[in-house]
């Protein structure tokens, strides 16, 4: 039988132990930068891992930049869409960072810019009042649509980076967008070999928030 020093010496060896479990250093999550998007950040048409929030994801890596990049985009999605699920996006991934990147699909529809800036201030609004730093993405629409219908659209990003004081990408597709041979058969979403020319414009413009 354990005589009471014995017994003493165990008692004593597992409070050392315990005590050093919960006094150990945690190691900290990575913080989320999220990226909150359509078809063009989910990487329609290519492979998941191929899409440009996924090569961020590994650029930011290797320029020692701890954060991890959730891709919440859906393919099809309007602003109208992004407002409505946003809150849980927020609520989920908690987010140190939010890069928005919606309007395409209103803008092909023709639907009213005013109505697509209200849904971006929106959730521009809720990740901010969340302590969330926001980077927002732009779009333009082609010639076709009109001089005055493009020329409204674009400035609703440029006046919301401002308003906000957001991080801001006057294009998404500005790298590619002379470049026909980097656009899938649709003529709208961008090929495999055209997602690093985003993310890496995307990690240059993020810089200053990360």
């Given amino acids: 039988m354990m005589g009471l020093r014995g017994y003493g010496r165990m008692v ?50 290797q320029q020692g930049k701890p954060y991890r990049v959730v891709n919440a985009s859906v393919s099809g999605e309007t602003t109208a869409g992004g407002r409505t699920r946003f809150p849980a996006a927020l609520k989920q991934h908690k987010p140190t960072i939010v890069v928005i990147e919606l309007g395409a699909n209103d803008g092909l529809r023709g639907l009213p810019v005013k109505t697509a800036r209200a849904n971006l201030a929106a959730m521009i609004e809720a990740a901010q009042r969340s302590g969330a730093k926001v ?49 899938q058969n649709d003529r709208l979403h961008p090929t495999a070999e055209a997602q690093p020319l985003l993310a890496r414009m995307l990690a240059r413009d993020l810089a200053p928030l990360l």
């Fill in 12 to 61: 004593v060896g597992l409070l050392a132990l315990w005590l050093g479990l919960i006094t150990a250093p945690v190691r900290a999550a990575e913080p989320v930068l999220l990226v909150f998007g359509d078809s063009l950040s989910a990487g329609y048409g290519i492979a998941a891992q191929a899409a440009w929030p996924r090569l961020l994801d590994q650029t930011l890596k």
């Fill in 135 to 183: 980077h927002l993405v732009g779009m333009q629409m082609p010639p076709n649509y009109g001089p005055d219908y493009t020329a409204e659209f674009a400035a609703a990003y440029a006046d919301l980076a401002r308003r906000y004081r957001t991080g801001f990408t006057p294009f998404l597709l500005a790298p590619v967008i002379a470049r026909p041979d980097l656009f």
